[in-house]
Nanobody, 115 residues
Framework: QVQLVESGGGLVQPGGSLRLSCAASGFTFSNYAMSWYRQAPGNERELVASITSIKITDYADSVQGRFTISRDNAKNTVYLQMNSLKPEDTAIYYC?????????WGKGTLVTVSS
């Protein structure tokens, strides 16, 4: 079965960096686009970044130029490098797979940006 496991979250000061990882299993990872979403308290879940099977990337305006999504198909892992973090980046970050019309989500990893 499909499994997505996020890691790498934590507490970081404004201006700092974190790298999130999402380890995938149960499907042919290299064939599918992957996405990162986030949900802050009281807010709806929003798309942060996506990467296609051929590594074309797209970003939300709010993170463009600060975040970088990448994938390692040999490791079945998608990454989110987050630089110049701001307090408004505080959220639970989820990776998502869309496969055969169904969405699969990990359990998320919490990122807190605070001094």
């Amino acid at each position: 079965q499909v499994q997505l496991v996020e890691s790498g979250g934590g507490l970081v000061q404004p201006g700092g960096s974190l790298r999130l990882s999402c380890a995938a299993s149960g499907f042919t990872f290299s064939n599918y686009a992957m996405s990162w979403y986030r949900q802050a308290p009281g807010n709806e879940r929003e798309l942060v970044a996506s990467i296609t099977s051929i590594k074309i990337t797209d970003y939300a305006d709010s993170v463009q130029g600060r975040f970088t999504i990448s994938r390692d198909n040999a490791k079945n892992t998608v990454y989110l490098q987050m630089n110049s973090l701001k307090p408004e980046d505080t959220a639970i970050y989820y990776c998502k797979l869309r496969r055969y019309g169904l969405d699969y989500w990990g359990k998320g990893t919490l990122v807190t940006v605070s001094s």
